[in-house]
């Protein structure tokens, strides 16, 4: 199970965010590049404990399903996914400013999220409740 806490994949990870330009063409969703900086940004500070969010009213068994299918079923999530309003752009989710400055900042944000020292472990996800320090990892590599 690829994840976060390998040293290769976050390589990886940042070499892909690293070769963004602002041009760069929507490959998944509707925002532009800029926008997806931010919103990948906002994303990580969730586990960080550094952005509130809501958790989603459902049943455990729906959560636990959904976690499941997310986490480990090998397939790619679907496109136009609806995310939290606090991390979507143009309702809660941080607005772009200037690229590179976001580019560096969502870098550093990925950084601390894998740092083992950051407590990581039993934080809130906002559909799946309680994910151990590994799921989150595969989280972010997701």
Not at 34 to 51: I, N, R
Not at 53 to 72: C, D, E, H, N, T
Not at 108 to 133: I, K, M, Y
Request: glycine share 8%; with cysteine.
């Amino acid at each position: 199970m690829t994840h976060l806490g390998d040293a290769a994949v976050q390589r990886r990870v940042r070499d892909r965010i690293a070769s963004l330009q602002p041009s760069s063409r929507a490959r998944w969703g509707k925002m532009n590049a800029g926008q997806m900086l931010c919103h990948l940004t906002d994303s990580f500070l969730l586990p960080l404990g550094e952005k509130e969010v809501a958790l989603i009213r459902m049943s455990p068994p729906q959560r636990a399903v959904m976690k499941f299918g997310a986490l480990y079923v090998p397939l790619r999530w679907p496109r136009d996914l609806q995310s939290t309003p606090e991390v979507t752009q143009g309702l809660g989710g941080t607005p772009p400013e200037e690229f590179e400055a976001d580019r560096t900042r969502l870098i550093r944000t990925v950084e601390r999220f894998c740092d083992p020292r950051n407590g990581l472990e039993g934080r809130q996800h906002p559909f799946f409740a309680s994910l151990t320090r590994i799921q989150w990892l595969r989280w972010g590599y997701l």
